[in-house]
Structures are given as structure tokens and as C-alpha cells.
């Protein structure tokens, strides 16, 4: 019996070992992507293999953001393919798919949860930075942006081919805060009223920043007709270009060039965490005291803030189902919880403050689900393992992001991906995968 017990024992060891250093098809998947015919420019020069060398990081690195995720699993990474065309994309695809490799996209690399660059299966990253062009066509309204263009180079495209003027402003009070949710879904289309309770010095700053689109002296008058308790004034506002309005969000010092939008990242700065809520009906004045306090319990040395961006306005005259995106009328706001940090000892306690935040605002925000939002990533609201999209799982995360647009978005996937092949975590499955 004991002999039987080691075997036993040995096997699995055997197996698991085996699972987890075997990477299935690496020399075939190399060897198909190098005989790809590639008219513009050869593949090869854009293959880099994850050999744990200085060139392999930095291009892993490059398009990191979260330095949660800054260490490639070398066990489970094959490659990164940078492609420079289409046909190596399909190269990529095709090779990939014919020899059982995974695949993860990475446009930007900005998803909170790393899925475009990690999986614990044997994989390959589609890395896009390098397919970037943007055509803006002014009259039809209308951009044509590749997945590996930033932000900051579209702005630009976007700026050089039109004229706008804006402005900005900044204050703050717990009062003011509660009557910004019955006010900030309601004032004109033009105008976007982003509500910041930060922790600072060991107490609650709650910020109010504003783009408006239009002249100073009117923004005052709108805001001291709505928001009175606010106290806005001229001095507070700032009038600058549209363009300029980019890097004000991104909190950086006024008189800072524009070119800096055409920088490119080297390497993650920070780790951080995000999650998301939607708010239907106004929190009340106990609610938001009980918050802030979840937010005072973080480490000192964490930068932890909640953000309340207005919704309203054009995001209500969208239908719910017209696009994947559902949260649309009957949202007062949307929510971001977020904090960063700098040693990666602060992790474990970080995550754990982070989900007890999330508790402490459940009974205010929406429910049945509670909804999220897609583009800050949360993790814990429901996931699959990296090789498998469980159905029941998926309903769960697929409901918060999508609510009810998932079943189509189903449809959609089993009519163009039936096999499953494009998958993550938290990606959605094929309609018919359901038993
Ligand atoms: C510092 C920072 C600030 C942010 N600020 C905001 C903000 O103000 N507002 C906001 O809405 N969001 C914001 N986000 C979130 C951001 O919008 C999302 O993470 C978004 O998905 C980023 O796109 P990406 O191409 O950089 O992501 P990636 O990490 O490259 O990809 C995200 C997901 O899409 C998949 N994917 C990527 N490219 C393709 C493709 N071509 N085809 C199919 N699938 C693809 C990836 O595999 C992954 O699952 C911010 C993120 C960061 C890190």
C-alpha cells in the first residue's frame, strides 16, 4: 500500500512538473512563422523569444503599465511578435492556432489585470505598438486609429486637424460632493464634472475638476446657477486649447509641450489596482462618511483616491444595447476605486484593502448585478483559468461588464471564434459552449 501510495505520489509530481515547463509547438510555431510569406517586411525581424535576455525584457517591458505583472512567466511565455504588417498578424494567428498556442493581443498594455501580456498556459504575445497610423476625417466626424496608436499621438492627429478652446477648474467639500451627485449627470452636454475624494496627509481632499467647452465667464455662471456651494470663481479656471485639456488630466504642470504626447513608454512605474462600481441613486451623506473612512485605512505610503465621473448627457442618448457598451441612461455616475504603490511588499495588503473598500460601498451602488466597467479591469468580480471559459463563470464577470448585451456578444462569438481560440481570464465565451 505504501509502495502504491509513492507511485501515485511520483506520477502526479511528474505530470505537474511537466504542465508546467512544457511549452508544446515552440519550435513549430517558429518554424511556421519564419517560412510565413511576408511581402513587406520579414517576420523574422520581429520575433523575439522569451530567451531571458536584456532585449527580451525590455521589448516584454515596454508595453507593461502594471509592475504587478513586470515579471514574464518564463515557464508559460514563448515569444513576443511585433508585428509591422498584416500578414503578420495572420502569421501569428495561423501559427499559433495550428500548434496549440495561446495567444494574448497587447495594443497598449494598459489592461489593469495584465490579460493582453500574461497566461499560465503556454503562450505568445501579439504585441501591435508598432501599427499605429490615424487618419482623422474632420467633415465625416470620423478617425481611423490602428490598435497600437496612443491616446496622446490620436489627440494630436485629432488637434492638427481641428480648433477648439477649453477650460479646467478645481475645489472642494462633503456637502458639495453629495449635491454633485443630484447635479453633475444633469448640466450641459459640454461640460464633464469629475468628483476626487483622495486621501492626503492623513485626511479626505475631495477635488472637482471640469472641462467645459466653451468661454471662463460662461462656465461660472452655469456652475453658480448649478453648484453654488462650489464657489467657483474666474480665477479658478483656466483657458487653454483642447489639446492642452489632454495633459491637464494627466496632471501635468501647465506650460508643458504637447509634444510629450507623442512619447512612447519604456517601462512599468508603479503597481496599482482598480475596481468599479455603478451608482444609480444618490449615496447618502453616511455613505459616502463610511467610504471615506475605508479610504483613511489604507497604508500611508499608498496613493489611493475615489473618482466619480458624471454620466448623463450624450452617454444617456445612446440606446443600452446599440453598442457592447450598456451603461447608459439611469446611471448618476460611474465609480473608480484605485491605489498604487511602489514596494512590492505592499501587494497582498494592498489587494486586501482594496476588496474591503469594495464591501464597505456595495449597498450603494448598482445591484442584480453589480456592474462594472469593462476598461478598468477587476479581476475579482469573476474569472476564468487562462485555458478554460467555463460558461457559468463567464455569466458572471460577462453580466457585471456587458449586463444585457452579453447574450449577443455570445452570438457574436460563437458566429466568429466558435472554437474559443481568442481567449483570457475573463474574455466571452461562444453561445453555444453551454451545456
Ligand atoms: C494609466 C492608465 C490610465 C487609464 N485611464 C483610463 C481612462 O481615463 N478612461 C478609461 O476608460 N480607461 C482608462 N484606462 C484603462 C484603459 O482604457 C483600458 O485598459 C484599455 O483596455 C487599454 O487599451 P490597451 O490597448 O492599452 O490595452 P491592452 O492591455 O493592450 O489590451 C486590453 C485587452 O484588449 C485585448 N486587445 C488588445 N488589442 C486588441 C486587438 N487589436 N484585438 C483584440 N483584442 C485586443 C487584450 O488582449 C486585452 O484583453 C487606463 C489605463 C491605464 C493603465
Known amino acids: 500500500m505504501k509502495e502504491a501510495l509513492s507511485v501515485l505520489c511520483l ?16 519550435g513549430e510555431f517558429l518554424g511556421c512563422l519564419r517560412s510565413w510569406p511576408s511581402p513587406e517586411s520579414p517576420i523574422t525581424d520581429d520575433i523575439f523569444t522569451a530567451d531571458n535576455t536584456t532585449t527580451f525584457l525590455s521589448s516584454y517591458l515596454a508595453y507593461t503599465k502594471n509592475t504587478r ?5 518564463y515557464q508559460t511565455l514563448m515569444a513576443i511578435v511585433t508585428a509591422k504588417s498584416l500578414s503578420h498578424i495572420q502569421a501569428t494567428v495561423v501559427c499559433a492556432k495550428s500548434n496549440g498556442v495561446q495567444i494574448r493581443i497587447r495594443s497598449g498594455g494598459h489592461d489593469y489585470e495584465g490579460l493582453s501580456y500574461i497566461s499560465s498556459v503556454p503562450f505568445v504575445i501579439l504585441d501591435l505598438f508598432n501599427l499605429r497610423s490615424i ?3 474632420v467633415p465625416s466626424k470620423q478617425a481611423w486609429v490602428e490598435a497600437g496608436a496612443t491616446l496622446g499621438e490620436l489627440y494630436t492627429k485629432i488637434s492638427d486637424a481641428s480648433e477648439t478652446v477649453n477650460k479646467t477648474l478645481e475645489q472642494g467639500g462633503i456637502d458639495v460632493l453629495y449635491k454633485w451627485q443630484l447635479v453633475s449627470s444633469k448640466l450641459l452636454d459640454g461640460l464633464f464634472l469629475r468628483a476626487l475624494s483622495q486621501v492626503v496627509n492623513r485626511t479626505i481632499v475631495v477635488e472637482f475638476y471640469a472641462q467645459f467647452l466653451g468661454r471662463a465667464d460662461e462656465l461660472v455662471a452655469i456652475m453658480n446657477q448649478s453648484l453654488p456651494e462650489l464657489g467657483l470663481k474666474r480665477q479658478d479656471c483656466l483657458e487653454m486649447s483642447w489639446l492642452n485639456t489632454t495633459l491637464f488630466w494627466e496632471d501635468l504642470p501647465v506650460g508643458t509641450p504637447t509634444s510629450v504626447l507623442l512619447d512612447r ?14 451608482v444609480k441613486k444618490p449615496i447618502p451623506k453616511e455613505g459616502i462618511k463610511k467610504l471615506w473612512e475605508a479610504l483613511l485605512e489604507f497604508n500611508n505610503n499608498n496613493i489611493v483616491y475615489m473618482q466619480w465621473n458624471p454620466y448623463g448627457g450624450v452617454m444617456d442618448t445612446v440606446p443600452a ?7 447608459r441612461k439611469g446611471n448618476l455616475f460611474e465609480v473608480q476605486y ?12 494592498s489587494l486586501d484593502m482594496m476588496k474591503k473598500l469594495y464591501e464597505v460601498a456595495e449597498p450603494y451602488v448598482s445591484s442584480n448585478p453589480r456592474e462594472a466597467f469593462l ?8 474569472s476564468n483559468p487562462s485555458n478554460e471559459t467555463n460558461v457559468d463563470e463567464a455569466e458572471i464577470y460577462g453580466s457585471k461588464y456587458f449586463v444585457g448585451n452579453l447574450k449577443r456578444l455570445m452570438e457574436v462569438k460563437a458566429k466568429y471564434d ?13 453561445a453555444r459552449v453551454k451545456q
Do not use: C
Not at 505583472?69 to 512567466?73: D, G, I, K, L, T
Not at 513608454?265 to 455603478?278: I, L, N, T
Open 11 to 26: 506520477v502526479l509530481l511528474v505530470s505537474v512538473s511537466e504542465a508546467a515547463v512544457t511549452k508544446p509547438g515552440i
Open 69 to 73: 505583472f513586470a515579471s514574464p512567466n
Open 135 to 137: 487618419t482623422v476625417d
Open 265 to 278: 513608454p519604456s517601462k512599468p512605474e508603479k503597481f496599482f489596482k482598480s475596481k468599479s462600481d455603478y
Open 321 to 327: 444595447a446599440a453598442t457592447p457598451f450598456p451603461h
Open 338 to 349: 484605485y491605489t498604487s504603490w511602489l514596494d512590492a511588499n505592499a501587494t497582498m495588503g
Open 375 to 382: 476598461n478598468y479591469r477587476d479581476i475579482d468580480i469573476g
Open 418 to 430: 466558435p472554437e474559443n481560440f481568442f481567449k483570457n481570464e475573463q474574455s466571452i465565451p461562444p
